[in-house]
T-cell receptor, first 108, second 114 residues
């Protein structure tokens, strides 16, 4: 089966840096995606990794280690609007398997 | 703007009364997906179409059916909704020949079963 694990909830302070981890075990691997989802809304694409290493995109960075089945999403200079759930997803051929999401609470 | 559209945004149905949710896309993507998402849970893949080829997940109940009459439209039919089917239903598209092949999601339909 497919197994994707993320912490359930995290809290951080406005202006700080937070790292959200994701570990996965899937039968195939064609890329790892991070999505942001605000309550009651659809997920929106944040980042993509298919090779090992760090991908940087503004305040967001994502890291992948395929040998360890591990990724993290790094959010810098946190803003209140970053309060949301962050979903890790693995693509295996044409299917996407999601973790349960990490709810990030940003406090003033 | 190219997008994924879902109608209705909110749907209320009665226990056992068939309901159809619709999804349309202007992205011209080959692949369309239906997910079920319950509160604080991962989106669960129900099925997907690659062009006209239908791919059902092994654990998707028979109560859930889907139709894709053309590239732009995809429907989710719930034949006899139960209380446990109350959830957000997300439609997504992707195009495998794109660099990232990320999914584009519609806004979702929140289904309430009375």
């Amino acid at each position: 089966g497919q197994n994707i694990d993320q912490p359930t909830e995290m809290t951080a302070t406005e202006g700080a840096i937070v790292q959200i981890n994701c570990t996965y075990q899937t039968s195939g691997f064609n890329g790892l995606f991070w999505y942001q989802q605000h309550a009651g809304e659809a997920p929106t694409f944040l980042s993509y990794n298919v090779l090992d290493g760090l991908e940087e995109k503004g305040r967001f960075s994502s890291f992948l280690s395929r040998s360890k089945g591990y990724s993290y999403l790094l959010l810098k200079e946190l803003q209140m609007k970053d309060s949301a759930s962050y979903l890790c997803a693995v693509r295996s051929f044409n299917k996407f398997y999601f973790g349960s999401g990490t709810k990030l609470n940003v406090k003033p | 703007d190219a997008m994924v559209i879902q109608n209705p945004r909110y749907q209320v149905t009665q226990f056992g009364k068939p309901v159809t949710l619709s999804c349309s896309q202007t992205l011209n993507h080959n692949v369309m997906y239906w997910y079920q998402q319950k509160s604080s849970q991962a989106p669960k893949l129900l099925f997907h179409y690659y062009d006209k080829d239908f791919n059902n997940e092994a654990d998707t109940p028979d109560n859930f059916q889907s139709r894709r009459p053309n590239t732009s439209f995809c429907f989710l039919d719930i034949r006899s909704p139960g209380l446990g089917d109350a959830a957000m239903y997300l439609c997504a598209t992707s195009r495998p020949d794109r660099d990232h092949n990320e999914q584009f999601f519609g806004p979702g339909t929140r289904l309430t079963v009375l």
